[in-house]
């Protein structure tokens, strides 16, 4: 599995975007960066995956540079609720183990 | 069930004792992680199973933890002779081949 590297936090502003940066830049090419997020006292929650194209869901959107070696969460408009603790992992599909990093701790502020 | 289940929620234990966490992963989910998460850090991998099996286990710290999924479904993380550098909060995910994993809320270990 790819190494990542997270900020250790970030704050950012109710209703702005939250940009969260993610350098992989081991990542091989049949591994996808996967976001989950974790809030206090719950299991981590997934958020978002992708391989090499931008994806965007109801939570999120991830972009990934075109040589693979970071990517960017964005949450597009923070609320309160969106802070947590942030994880960023490179994963082949199916891999028996999934490799947290210390992940970055966001800080959404009113 | 909707969603992964562990219980307990909560468990307190004397330093010696040993324990048994409970894990019900989704109906249908063929893969089961643990994990344990020391207060400040992010989760690290104990052990793996695929169905029955326990594939991976190298994330186990010591011959005190022991895990089990016999018929598949629902898993055992037993811990035996506890201490204090137990504690923790141990996580339980399960997920079909390839997909996303859906995590538990976890169980709180304090070793007293």
């Known amino acids: 599995d790819a190494k990542t590297t997270q900020p250790t936090s970030m704050d950012c502003a109710e209703g702005r975007a939250a940009n969260l940066p993610c350098n992989h830049s081991?990542?091989?090419?049949?591994?996808?960066v996967y976001w989950y997020r974790q809030i206090h006292s719950q299991g981590p929650q997934y958020i978002i995956h992708?391989?090499?194209n931008n994806e965007t869901n109801e939570m999120a959107s991830l972009i990934i540079t075109e040589d693979r070696k970071s990517s960017t969460l964005i949450l597009p408009h923070a609320t309160l609720r969106d802070t947590a603790v942030y994880y960023c992992?490179?994963?082949?599909?199916?891999?028996?183990?999934?490799?947290f990093g210390q992940g970055t701790r966001l800080t959404i502020n009113p | 069930g909707a969603g992964v289940s562990q219980s307990p929620r909560y468990k307190v234990a004397k330093r010696g004792q040993d324990v048994a966490l409970r894990c019900d992963p989704i109906?249908?989910?063929?893969?089961l992680f643990w994990y344990q998460q020391a207060l400040g850090q992010g989760p690290e991998f104990l052990t793996y199973?695929?169905?029955?099996?326990?594939?991976?286990k190298s994330g186990l710290p010591s011959d005190r933890f022991f895990a089990e999924r016999p018929e598949g479904s629902v898993s055992t993380l037993k811990i035996q002779r506890t201490q204090q550098e137990d504690s923790a909060v141990y996580l339980c995910?399960?997920?079909?081949?390839?997909?996303?994993?859906?995590f538990g809320s976890g169980t709180q270990l304090s070793v007293l």
């Open positions: 995910a399960s997920r079909r081949d390839g997909e996303k994993l859906f």
């Open positions: 081991t990542i091989s090419g049949n591994e996808y």
């Open positions: 992708g391989l090499k």
């Open positions: 992992i490179g994963e082949i599909q199916g891999a028996q183990k999934l490799v």
């Open positions: 109906s249908g989910h063929v893969s």
């Open positions: 199973f695929q169905n029955e099996a326990q594939l991976d």
